[in-house]
């Protein structure tokens, strides 16, 4: 009977193979060389890890926050409003004064970190991230939101979770590609924290930090995601971020007006990241100590808040206010300005944090201020003005982070209503695409390209700035044309045609094309006299191409 049964299961796998034209055990082969195995069960452990280091930090920035307000929730407003204006003036400024100390001597490039460097980070580092930068760097963001800087908390989280992924990555010694896939995993699992949205934080995952969507990234990215909701809702609960009243559509005619809202969620993310833009270019041009930047900036959002505390901290209160119709259209349009200042002065003067509260708070008081004139103008078609508030919400925020997907399934799951879902999707469409035509890109991707870091021209640009001239560059001690003149003298005087090893292709090939060169000597740093070595045209374009194929099966496979 055994033998029958043998022979029969060996008949049905090669007729099975017959018809995958390939053999079983060679996919089994390949899929346990790829670590997949390992991959998932990390998968697992990363979601697990970035849900509770995202409660840690929720838990310190409410420390920080209770040591001055007295409070350990998310009524700062109502906090700040019982205590007298020199507590007001002072939390943010003695924050500022920790937080510049602490970028002064903690962090190395005089600044703390956010998404802008995971997607650096998975793009041309592999996945690799210092872990004490990272954890200096969610230490001194939570204290700047406890200490009431106007910023977001989901940011900073995402990059803590991407760090603990990151040390992953470098302990277990996995390959590029899955140091991206597990980077992604981190994000997921801080963002599913964040938001009680699981779906949300695996398209967030793959939209902003790997840029596609492919089978091998999905499965692990979706297991972090679920464990880190197991995690969530056992010590916050099953519910969402925000509770939301339940909202209806009043008509189906109202769509034109959620194509207005679109209009205006564009103007004001437009309007939000200009003024975030300009600031920075402010603080940059005035010649002061990095340290102290951030006790400016405390100072000017402590009296801010001395007459609008709701710009105070992540400023959940005000958004849920707003989406349950407490503020009057006046005092709306009070806090969009307040908050666009006060929010634009703590990012450029250094202090921790992210744009994703923030946009969400300016969408959802945008929002509520068109709902309001729209049920003025139509009162007998227009929704409740928290329904456009949602909406807003939605919109702003989908335009200044550039994920009109990840948002558009935030804000499903934060209501469970497929109608706001419809007018989202419209407004998120004509938002995103309006933002991207005036500025030309995402917040994340300007804070890239303030760096000199470009990753919207298309993955040519990735590869070329992921490989460095040492990758490429044959050395004078090794058998090639110069070598009875190694090392070669190279004119000083021409340092257009000089590379170094920490140079990256991109570079190499603009100077060979501007040039005209087949080849180019390369010289270490610290004496640019003498050649190391050469990088060749053909070399540099076969590097460029494999990268590419490389990248291509990556987001394919």
């Known amino acids: 009977m055994k033998r029958l049964l043998s022979k029969l299961l060996k008949l049905l796998v090669q007729a ?16 346990w060389h790829s670590r997949s195995l390992l991959g998932w069960a990390l998968a697992a452990v990363l979601g697990i890890a970035a849900a509770y280091a995202t409660i840690l930090f929720r838990l310190a920035i409410a420390s920080v926050q209770w040591s001055w307000l007295g409070t350990f929730g998310e009524g ?56 004490k930068t990272g954890i200096y760097s969610a230490i001194l963001t939570a204290i700047s939101l406890g200490g009431g800087a106007s910023a977001g908390r989901e940011g900073p989280a995402v990059h803590l979770g991407a760090t603990l992924s990151a040390y992953a990555v470098k302990k277990f010694k996995f390959n590029p590609e899955w140091g991206r896939i597990l980077l992604a995993c981190g994000v997921a699992g801080a963002v599913t924290a964040s938001f009680n949205a699981p779906i949300a934080g695996v398209l967030f995952a793959h939209e902003i930090i790997l840029g596609h969507y492919a089978l091998r990234a999905f499965v692990p990215v979706s297991i972090a995601s679920v464990a880190a909701t197991s995690v969530a809702r056992f010590h916050l609960g099953d519910f969402p971020a925000f509770t939301l009243p339940h909202y209806s559509l009043t008509s189906y005619f109202e769509f034109p007006a959620f194509a207005l809202l679109g209009l205006l969620a564009a103007a004001v993310a437009i309007t939000f990241m200009a003024s975030v833009i300009y600031a920075d270019k402010i603080a940059r041009a005035i010649d002061v100590p990095t340290w102290i930047r951030p006790v400016i900036g405390g100072v000017i959002v402590g009296v801010i808040a001395l007459f609008v505390p709701e710009v105070l901290g992540v400023g959940y209160e005000a958004t849920d206010n707003a989406l349950k119709q407490s503020y009057t259209l006046s005092f709306l349009i009070v806090l969009l300005v307040a908050k666009i200042v006060a929010t634009a002065v703590t990012l450029a003067s250094r202090f921790g944090g992210g744009i994703f509260s923030p946009s969400l708070y300016l969408g959802a008081m945008a929002g509520g201020a068109f709902g309001i004139i729209a049920a003025y103008a139509f009162p007998d078609m227009a929704s409740a003005h928290g329904f456009y508030a949602v909406v807003g919400m939605g919109a702003v925020a989908a335009a200044v982070l550039g994920a009109p997907l990840s948002t558009t399934l935030i804000v499903f799951e934060l209501t469970a209503d497929y109608e706001v879902t419809i007018a989202l999707l419209l407004a998120n469409a004509i938002a995103t695409a309006l933002t991207q035509a005036t500025i030309g890109k995402s917040f994340f991707h300007w804070q890239l390209e303030q760096r000199g870091v470009h990753l919207q021209e298309g993955p040519h640009r990735r590869v070329m700035m992921s490989i460095h001239v040492r990758d490429v560059m044959t050395r004078f001690d090794q058998a090639h044309p110069y070598s009875e003149d190694a090392p ?20 190499a090939l603009d100077v060979m094309d501007a040039h005209g060169l087949d080849h180019l000597p390369v010289c270490e740093t610290h004496e640019p006299e003498i050649a190391i070595g050469r990088v060749t045209r053909v070399a540099a374009l076969k590097a460029l191409a494999d990268g590419l194929i490389a990248a291509s099966r990556e987001e394919h496979h």
């Open 488 to 507: 070669r003298l190279v004119n000083t005087s021409q340092d257009a045609v000089r590379l170094h090893p920490h140079d990256r292709l991109n570079r």
């Open 16 to 31: 099975f193979e017959a018809v995958i034209d390939r053999p079983i055990e060679e996919n089994w082969r390949e899929f």
């Open 76 to 131: 700062t407003a109502s906090a700040a409003a019982a205590m007298p204006w020199w507590l007001i003036l002072g939390g943010p400024t003695v924050a500022g004064i920790i937080v510049g100390l602490g970028i002064k001597f903690l962090m190395p490039m005089g600044r703390t970190e956010s998404v802008s460097d995971v997607i650096e980070a998975g793009a041309l580092r592999a996945g690799h991230m210092p872990l």
